[in-house]
Each structure stands twice: as structure tokens, then as C-alpha cells.
């Protein structure tokens, strides 16, 4: 079993940044690709960026491309995703995801098996 818990949200400035971070615990998450979504409200759950285990392929939505930055300490078993020049459509609530099964970069929901609580996000204008 893994257990994901996100933290950093929280409420911030347009143009500002913050970082969130992903805990694993129950299982060492190294030998994983790791992913971030977001779900705004009245929207779906929505694919945000994704590395593999050694963090030498990334994937990024085109909406966060060139702003935000997904990457990996497997020491500390944590996931972060550095969101920098935030706009107000960045406003969610930001969740981590584990693919345990294969070692790809997915961005479909359904390549991940355990997802964390989720961190909100608010970016005022």
C-alpha cells in the first residue's frame, strides 16, 4: 500500500510562485513514474506533468508548459511541482499520483493506482 500526502498550497498572488510537494510512504516510490492533476471546480481532474523514476523524462500539459516543473528525490521518497509566473486559471486543487504498475510517463488518470488527498491552489488576480 502507498500513501501519498501533498503539501505547499495555498493562496498566492498572479504572477507569484509556490511549490508543492508529494510524501510517499508504505513503499519506496524510486522504481515509479510520478504524476500531478489538478481539478478545478466544475471541471474534470485534468493531467498537469509526470516524470519517470529517474526523473530523465517529463511530460507537461501545454497549459503549464515553460511556467511549472515536475521533479524528484527519491532519498526523501517526495515528488514537487515548482509553479512559477501562477495565473488565476491555475486555481484547483492539485493532486499527486503513483503508477506502481509501469515505469512510463502517463497522462491519463488511469495509469495511476494511488492517488494522495490533494492540495488547494488558489491564485488571486
Known amino acids: 500500500q502507498v500513501r501519498l500526502v501533498e503539501s505547499g498550497g495555498g493562496l498566492v498572488q498572479a504572477g507569484g510562485s509556490l511549490r508543492l510537494s508529494c510524501a510517499a510512504s508504505g513503499r519506496t516510490l524510486s522504481s515509479y513514474s510520478m504524476g500531478w492533476f489538478r481539478q478545478a471546480p466544475g471541471k474534470e481532474r485534468a493531467f498537469v506533468a509526470a516524470l519517470t523514476w529517474s526523473g530523465g523524462t517529463t511530460r507537461y500539459a501545454d497549459s503549464v508548459k515553460g511556467r511549472f516543473t515536475i521533479s524528484r528525490d527519491n532519498a526523501k521518497n517526495t515528488v514537487y511541482l515548482q509553479m512559477n509566473s501562477l495565473k488565476p486559471e491555475d486555481t484547483a486543487v492539485y493532486f499527486c499520483?503513483?503508477?506502481?504498475?509501469?515505469?512510463?510517463?502517463?497522462?491519463?488518470?488511469?495509469?495511476?493506482?494511488?492517488w494522495g488527498q490533494g492540495t488547494q491552489v488558489t491564485v488571486s488576480s
Open positions: 499520483a503513483a503508477n506502481t504498475v509501469g515505469g512510463a510517463v502517463v497522462s491519463g488518470q488511469e495509469g495511476y493506482d494511488y
